[in-house]
């Protein structure tokens, strides 16, 4: 389970990164690996690209995004 402490910086926490990253795909569709991995260091802090790979997974374990290899980049998985 996923609980705060008092030395945990919940700004670049997995569960905040994560909603930044669904939160990317109102803009676009697809997002490059490399681009969201920068935006996420300059929106969020250079710390956070320390913790984006476990956002990512947590993401792909609830079945959030898929992984497109052939361009490197994320598409929102729809829920029909």
Not at 4 to 21: C, E, R
Not at 46 to 60: K, R
């Amino acid at each position: 389970m996923l609980k705060p402490d008092k030395h945990m910086n919940l700004g670049i926490s997995v569960i905040n990164i994560s909603s930044y990253i669904l939160s990317s795909f109102k803009r676009r569709d697809k997002i490059n690996y490399d681009e969201l991995l920068k935006q996420i260091k300059s929106n969020l802090d250079e710390d956070s690209e320390e913790i984006f790979p476990y956002a990512l997974n947590l993401l792909f374990l609830l079945n959030k995004i898929k992984y497109e290899s052939k361009t490197d980049s994320f598409i929102l998985n729809e829920i029909k």
